[in-house]
């Protein structure tokens, strides 16, 4: 008896996608045999370039609500499985007969893949995952010099009981997990663009939306690990209101104390808020539930290279580049401990290197002028602060930096003058 071929669709939301729908749609086109998308209020051609692939388009309200919008959409499956995509993601080549021969399967119900979220540059991450050089593996992603590969699932057996949940970050793992279905690991890779191409205003839009969102989802699961976790980073990265932060990741590590990653973000807001011993206490807790990530050792470094325990530091930003994550902000801090150890050449040469790699990120600078004081190179400093206040946005270390130029300045002025009196 032959076996029926199983099916696929792409299931998709959007709104005002137009810019990158296409080339979403053009990726998996060539394999699946359905693609329906949900429009929640396009003001663009998204729903044309939609059809134009043979894609039924269904209008969709938009309620506040990512999983609302998703399910809406799943009331229309037709085939034996589903795939997720948004339209700044991609499939490679391969991505597509490795789903193929997913899909045959009898057992899981579901699959967790890669998501690889592109990036501008090296000093960016999402979560606790710092970012990894690009390999390019993908031609689309070579204008990217970064990547951060975070878990996902989108792919999974159109089953009644398997829908999303969550407001904001939503996702269907609860559902599978309440069914007790079986899931499967994937090696296909999700390309994901939006970071790296969306325009900073629209970025911060979005910021915003996922923020207002995950106010709603906390508020409906006070005590979710994992909306806390969320609003925690939302503070934490977007709002840069670490000591807000502090208090969702705090409540974490009190209703899931074995939580590695509440007690790591927990160790980095205290870092930002200078409680550096107290921080320390928290990302040791981490490292001890089996948290050995870039993040981790980065964020060790930080509390050390504050306290002026430049030894530990250094150490620390090793370990940072022995795991292949290495930024240029953690490689400008292992200069300046360097530096305050005595390798003073080798100690400016990487702070260089880490400027150079990076030259539009300003902290950079900031570490370089500040060390090359340090040393007496007073040429170096006022260069680097030079080059640091043409790129805008000065702030009071600034001004300070270059009043305690101004009075080196003065002060060697004044020994050259002494000295050629003497003489």
Same mark, same amino acid.
């Given at each position: 008896?032959?076996?029926? &071929?199983?099916?696929?669709?792409? %299931? ?14 053009? %990726? ?16 663009? !051609? ?41 339209? !700044? ?15 045959? %399967? ?18 960016? $991450? ?14 689309? %992603? ?16 159109? #089953? ?18 309440? @069914?007790?279905?079986?899931?499967? $690991? ?5 390309? #994901?663009?939006? #970071? ?20 709603? &989802? ?29 208090? #969702?990741?705090? $409540? ?27 921080? @320390? ?14 993040? @981790? ?35 400008? &801090? ?6 305050? @150890? ?50 805008? &946005?000065?702030? !009071? ?16 002025? !004044? ?9």
């Amino acid at each position: 008896m032959l076996q029926m &071929k199983r099916t696929v669709e792409l %299931s998709m939301i959007v709104k005002d996608g137009a810019s990158v729908l296409a080339r979403c749609l053009q %990726s998996v086109a060539p394999f699946v045999d359905r693609i329906i998308v949900g429009d929640t209020g396009s003001t663009d !051609d998204s729903a044309t370039i939609a059809r134009g692939f043979g894609a039924e388009v269904v209008s969709i309200p938009w309620e506040q609500d990512f999983s609302r919008a998703r399910n809406r959409v799943l009331e229309h499956r037709k085939c034996d499985w589903i795939l997720v995509l948004d339209a !700044d993601e991609m499939l490679d080549a391969a991505g597509g007969a490795r789903i193929s021969k997913l899909i045959d %399967s009898h057992i899981a119900f579901a699959y967790h893949n890669p998501r690889w979220n592109y990036m501008r540059d090296m000093n960016a $991450r999402l979560g606790f995952q710092t970012a990894k050089p690009n390999p390019v593996t993908f031609e689309e %992603s070579r204008p990217y010099p970064a990547y951060v590969p975070l878990p996902t699932t989108r792919l999974f057996r159109s #089953h009644p009981g398997i829908y999303y949940e969550g407001c904001v970050h939503e996702t269907i793992t609860k559902r599978l997990a309440a @069914l007790n279905l079986a899931t499967g $690991r994937a090696d296909f890779v999700v390309h #994901h663009f939006g #970071h790296a191409e969306d325009a900073e205003t629209d970025r911060q839009k979005k910021d915003e939306l996922y923020h207002v969102l995950g106010e709603k &989802k906390l508020c409906a699961n006070p005590d979710d690990p994992q909306a806390l976790i969320e609003m925690g980073l939302a503070e934490l990265e977007h709002a840069r209101r670490p000591a807000a932060a502090l208090a #969702h990741f705090e $409540r974490v590590c009190e209703l899931s104390p074995e939580s590695a990653a509440a007690w790591l973000y927990a160790g980095v807001c205290l870092v930002r808020l200078t409680k550096l011993p107290e921080a @320390l206490v928290r990302l040791e807790r981490a490292s001890s539930l089996g948290l050995q990530t870039g993040l @981790l050792y980065q964020a060790v470094g930080d509390a050390h290279f504050h306290s002026g325990n430049f030894t530990q530091a250094r150490a620390a930003y090793v370990q940072v580049a022995d795991l292949g994550e290495a930024s240029p902000l953690s490689e400008a &801090k292992r200069g300046a401990c360097d530096v305050n @150890l005595g390798s003073v050449a080798e100690g400016v040469r990487r702070m260089q290197r880490a400027v150079e790699s990076a030259p539009a990120y300003g902290e950079l600078y900031d570490i370089l002028a500040a060390a090359s004081l340090q040393v007496g190179n007073l040429l170096l400093a006022t260069q680097t602060l030079q080059t640091r206040l043409r790129m805008g &946005k000065p702030t !009071d270390f600034h001004f300070k930096l270059a009043a305690v130029l101004q009075m080196e300045f003065k002060a060697r002025q !004044d020994v050259q003058a002494m000295q050629q009196i003497a003489s």
